[in-house]
């Protein structure tokens, strides 16, 4: 059995397909034993590929591309998430909501696991013919940190992964009014990437691993994973398993788990996003942040 160690910048829903492979053996099928550490705060991923104490680390796609031409040479080999699985939500229910309602507002994102929340949805403002510094975000900050400050007044509207927003509609604390997944379009946010020193060395760990993710994928798609309370119950013991089922559920129906394949456009579209901000130094090309050989070997 070969191993191939992980170190992922969360534990969330997003990331079931990885835990439903090692649940049902599907790793173990294809020879592999894959360990998975999730490290807090995020940025002990790129400690662990450098000391080599992880071989994989699993997060945002905007850390290859910012660290594009910038010193760390990361590469990804393929994604867990072909959407952005987070939502807008608003202590009232909003009739029709677009982003232009965000003028004028204060915005809570939570940035302690990465950029993403803010920069996709500004980069979704500004594709929409909007200005979104004429819209303030409270960023830097944990999820549970600017949860706890949503209930108690501040800001006018919060970004929320579907678990955390799922919770608050349940409770009647707030209304889901904005859905990136569904609205926002194809974006490659959680991808597996490696050191690019050792791709040629992982590579053969590499294939079976893509393989084994996909197929978690498929049976999540169509059911076939089975009843997954007992590994709701493993991995997130403390949360309800009805708002994690309802939450597989969507990001099923929403393309989540589509496939493992990084799409060029998408890629391109986020980046792109990343570079409008000012946070990659140069445009960011495909072939400098992705190597397609797993995924080409599942296709």
């Not at 391109?268 to 190597?291: C, F, K, M, N, Q």
Request: glycine share 10%; proline share 5%.
């Amino acid at each position: 059995m070969e191993i191939l160690n992980v170190s992922a910048t969360a534990h969330g829903s997003n990331y079931l397909p990885e835990y439903v492979a090692r649940e049902h053996g599907i790793f173990a099928d294809h020879g592999l034993k894959v360990p998975s550490q999730p490290r807090s705060p995020w940025d002990g991923v790129m400690h662990d590929l450098a000391d080599g104490t992880a071989d994989v680390a699993l997060g945002g796609l905007w850390v290859p591309a910012m660290y594009a031409g910038n010193g760390r040479d990361f590469v990804a080999v393929c994604q867990l998430n072909d959407r952005f699985p987070m939502s807008i939500v608003t202590r009232e229910p909003i009739a029709g909501f677009e982003l232009s309602w965000l003028t004028g507002k204060t915005v809570l994102a939570p940035g302690q696991g990465g950029t993403a929340p803010a920069e996709f949805t500004r980069g979704l403002m500004r594709e929409a013919g909007l200005d979104p510094w004429r819209t303030r975000f409270a960023h830097d900050l944990s999820t549970q940190m600017l949860r706890e400050l949503f209930l108690g007044g501040l800001g006018d509207a919060f970004i929320a992964d579907l678990g955390t927003a799922t919770e608050l509609e349940h409770a009647g604390q707030g209304h889901i009014v904005y859905r990136h997944a569904e609205r926002g379009g194809r974006m490659p946010n959680s991808v597996y990437y490696v050191l690019r020193e050792r791709l040629e060395e992982l590579t053969p760990k590499l294939i079976p691993f893509v393989r084994s993710i996909d197929r978690a994928m498929g049976l999540l798609r169509t059911g076939e994973a089975g009843d997954l309370g007992s590994l709701f119950s493993s991995e997130w013991p403390g949360a309800d398993p009805k708002v994690l089922a309802e939450v597989t559920a969507e990001l099923v129906e929403n393309g989540t788990w589509a496939t493992v394949r990084v799409d060029r456009d998408a890629c391109d579209r986020w980046t792109g996003i990343l570079h409008d901000a000012g946070l990659t130094s140069a445009p960011v090309a495909y072939e400098s942040i992705v190597d397609t050989r797993a995924m080409d070997a599942v296709a």
